[in-house]
């Protein structure tokens, strides 16, 4: 697919270099045990074609100062973390994590996780040194936030319905190469820091990050930024794997070369700047992309049939990131999760009506491709209408149905809001017609 990515900026700025080493290209996600989870079907996901770009005929087209208007924010809220003197916290957002140490919990395999574990894990957090560092600081590729400094998987018991793998709760959330940090302190072992992002505070290994100095600072933060508008490529450096790159990664534009770049990091910890090549004009462009019904079709069909990670876990989405990186190549910032989301834009409540006055009201509000619904702990994307039905596009875990199990989904699809209820054993009050709350509009 060429040249479909049509930017706010009047020029392309792809570009080559025959004396870079590092190449940003077409690659795909590492498969693991998320690839394998259960995959089942509602009559939903065969009745409706699971490719959205019909319904982006319904959008009605950002106009440019709109778009610039949203991505001004954008870049204000995903710089934070150098603008900030301290992490900010209270006791309780800095800890709350330990409360898992008081809880039954269980390893991947059922056995549980012993207390001994969490006495260590707790001591390795050293909170005593609590922004003893407190200095900002860069991802330097595709990491994971944690509760822990630890890649110890956390489950409730897998036995259980809606527990167990893919839901480690130790697995904050995914982090993207170039983002902006404020670092607190390490662990005890010295093998991670304690990190706030723009949207999460947590655990990243001490490798992944480097401190970032003014003069870095004011190179990379230079406000002339591109995105990636294609999921799950991959970086090569000198030759050799460095890093997945999801899609809604951002690389500012070198304003001279106009060179994408990256943060590598020197003897002493510092980041330095560093160029990359890029080798196919339809998978980084300016932010924020035009949102219009080519440029919708092409971010959002890349989001259907991605399996659930919870957290963005083993390089995958949940639902919240789904929405998030779809919103982020058109300049729309979210939070990470679905109640800080369901705050980020115009809302318009819904609670209390029923299913056909919800579904009236989604219809008469919502806006094609733009809006969001949102129930507490799910959130989705509104594609449009069919048949007098709301349409939307989520990343969802699965149908409730009667004796309290799922019928696991698994994966990013496009349903109506009431998938499953061809079933007998579906828990109609569960349904996501009868929970929904809100309406998201941008």
Known sequence: MKNIIITISLFSIFTTSIYANTILTFGERNRSAIDHMPEKQVNDTTNIAQDPTPFTQQITPMSREEQLYYDKQYNEKYFEPWDIMSMELTEGEKTWQFKYAREKTFNRDGSKISKNWYKYAIKNSNFNNYETIAKPA????????????????????????????????????????????????????????????????????????????????????????????????????????????????????????????????????????????????????????????????????????????????????????????????????????????????????IRGLDAQTKKETILANAKPCRSLLFVAGHIMLYLGEQQGEPIILHNYWGVRLNDGSKRVMGRGIITTTQPGIERADVRKRSMLINTLTGIVNF
């Open 138 to 349: 860069i991802t330097l590729k595709h990491t994971n936030l944690k509760l822990y400094p630890s890649l110890k998987e956390i489950f409730y018991n897998p036995k259980r319905t809606g527990e167990g793998f893919p839901f480690d709760y130790n697995q904050n959330s995914a982090v993207y190469i170039n983002t902006p940090l404020f670092v607190s302190h390490y662990s005890l072992d010295k093998k991670w820091v304690y990190v706030k992002t723009s949207f999460a505070s947590g655990w990243i290994k001490a490798s992944d990050m480097a401190l970032v100095d003014q003069t870095f600072q004011n190179q990379f933060k230079n406000n002339k930024y591109a995105i990636t508008v294609k999921d799950n490529l991959k970086l090569i450096d000198d030759g050799a794997y460095l890093s997945l790159v999801k899609m809604g990664t951002i690389f500012p534009v070198d304003p001279i070369t106009k060179e994408y770049i990256i943060a590598k990091k020197d003897a002493q910890g510092y980041a330095y700047i560093s160029n990359v090549e890029v080798n196919d004009i339809d998978i980084i462009a300016y932010k924020p992309i035009k949102f219009n019904a080519k440029n919708v079709a092409y971010i959002s069909k890349q989001l259907v049939g991605e399996p659930y990670g919870w957290g963005g876990k083993l390089e995958t989405r949940d639902c919240s990131a789904l929405t998030r990186d779809f919103f982020a190549p058109f300049g729309i910032y979210l939070r990470r999760n679905s109640r800080q989301q369901a705050q980020d834009g115009e809302a318009i409540s």
